[in-house]
């Protein structure tokens, strides 16, 4: 019989609303103080010129697609830590994340290597020549914070899959805090700082990148995280240890990594149709991270939330876990695209310069806003099912899924441009049904369940097994 005392509701009840709101809520703070970092940093560029906003905005777009692969990767590592922790072997914790940090120390020296291809890299593009001559140092200075990006992000996952994700969104909004002051202080030249423009937006980022980095590293240090989940004797390197997360994390990555291009290939052949479209298009999509990020944060909390109850062995409450975020994120992504529909001005006033054409960009963009509102709902439900059924390390059918839809994406965007001749709403057009078809991908594979009877982590060993029985 369940406790009289007992809160069943749909609120209090085991994976309800309470407990995902409080796994949830810190981590989509946390990805909204990055979405107002960028956000606010384009509308300072928007300032210094319409290509300057237009061309950060493509060139930090390209520099995640790079980034893509190794930080899915190393991401992954949530999934790790959440099933230990469900497990209660806490003394595996502290390995796993340090496995990410090592990958992540592996890979991200080599984005130092684009540097030099970046203006072969966006002249071949055929973008405006003031576009490209903001693209170019923009992606380059980016680059230097590749690898302090990456070791953040594995280092962070020993705090989110445990569920302590306060210290995720304390450190990460307050670094993205810091990010916007070093924008204004580098775009513009105040406070002794040099006027950098572009290049400062760019220096700001990768400072308070490395920064963040340096702080969760020392975090993942402190003595209590050293004697409770051995962060300092689980430094070494790992090996079958790492062969697990490079097994289950590469598909993971290369889903990112894949969807990611798809996108890219989109924004850059639009922004071939026209400046005007480049730049309202540049508008919508920085507009509609308030919608994206948000829900993309509570996909993080599904994964760990799938992952600490499956470690439980509570498939059931893994499930309601999924649900009860579905929920919560349909119901933010309402309420946003209400506003997209019918206050788009809300967003867009910021937008704009003394030597641009803002009200017409604005217009433009205010449309566009409605393409992302007839996406939105299932956007956030393809989010949760695949953060869902990775949670569970069901990644290959993530990987293929990806594959073909990627792959389907860069076709018609090229096709809509090149071929067909579209223009720009016939673009946004084929990108809106592309994200319905993602969406109805993972809800078939979610409801089939073969997630359910998967987990990512190796068997206890048998004294363990042994002592618990």
């Not at 796994?23 to 103080?33: R, T």
């Not at 319409?50 to 790079?66: K, N, Y």
């Not at 319905?436 to 004294?463: F, K, N, S, T």
Request: proline share 5%; aromatic share 12%.
């Amino acid at each position: 019989m369940k406790p009289a005392s007992a809160d069943y509701s749909w609120w209090g009840r085991p994976a309800g609303g309470r407990e995902v709101a409080v796994v949830a809520a810190p981590l989509v703070i946390s990805s909204l103080s990055w979405t107002v970092m960028t956000f606010v940093d384009r509308v300072m560029l928007s300032h210094v010129s319409g290509p300057a906003m237009t061309g950060a905005f493509s060139a930090s777009t390209v520099w995640f697609l790079l980034v893509c692969f190794p930080l899915g990767l190393c991401t992954y590592a949530n999934t790790f830590v959440s099933q230990y922790f469900g497990a209660g072997r806490l003394e595996r914790i502290g390995p796993a994340a340090w496995q990410a940090v090592w990958l992540a120390l592996a890979t991200g020296p080599l984005y130092l290597l684009a540097i030099p291809a970046a203006n072969a890299l966006f002249t071949a593009v055929g973008h405006s020549p003031e576009v490209v001559a903001s693209e170019v140092p923009y992606f380059q200075v980016l680059c230097v914070g590749a690898p302090a990006m990456l070791i953040a992000q594995a280092a962070a996952s020993f705090f989110s899959g445990r569920g302590k994700t306060r210290v995720v969104m304390y450190t990460d909004a307050g670094f993205a805090g810091l990010n916007v002051v070093l924008d204004y202080a580098w775009i513009f030249g105040h406070w002794g700082f040099p006027e950098w423009g572009v290049v400062g937006a760019g220096w700001a980022t990768v400072v308070s990148l490395w920064l963040k980095a340096a702080c969760y590293v020392l975090l993942l240090l402190t003595r209590h995280n050293r004697e409770r989940f051995g962060t300092l004797r689980g430094m070494r390197v790992e090996w079958p240890l790492l062969g697990r997360l490079l097994w289950f994390g590469t598909p993971s990555g290369l889903q990112m990594l894949l969807d990611m291009a798809g996108f890219t290939a989109f924004i850059l052949l639009v922004g071939k149709i026209g400046p005007a479209e480049a730049e309202a298009t540049s508008v919508a999509f920085s507009v509609s991270s308030v919608a994206f990020m948000p829900v993309w944060g509570l996909s993080l909390a599904v994964g760990i939330l799938v992952g600490q109850r499956l470690g439980e062995d509570r498939d059931d409450l893994a499930g309601r876990a999924t649900l009860t975020s579905l929920v919560l994120g349909l119901g933010y992504m309402s309420i946003i695209s209400l506003l997209y529909l019918f206050t788009p001005g809300l967003f867009l006033a910021g937008f704009g310069g003394p030597s641009d054409s803002p009200e017409s960009t604005s217009r433009l963009a205010a449309v566009l806003l409605r393409f992302v509102a007839a996406y939105n709902l299932l956007d956030a439900t393809a989010m949760v099912f695949a953060a869902a059924i990775k949670g569970a390390g069901d990644t290959g059918f993530v990987l293929r899924v990806s594959v073909v839809l990627a792959t389907l994406l860069i076709a018609l965007s090229w096709l809509s441009v090149e071929v067909w001749q579209l223009g720009v709403y016939g673009s946004w057009s084929l990108i809106t049904v592309w994200v319905w078809i993602v969406a109805i991908a993972y809800v078939l594979r979610y409801q089939q369940g073969a997630w359910r009877r998967m987990r990512v982590i190796e068997p206890p060993p048998p004294d363990l097994v042994m002592a618990t029985e």
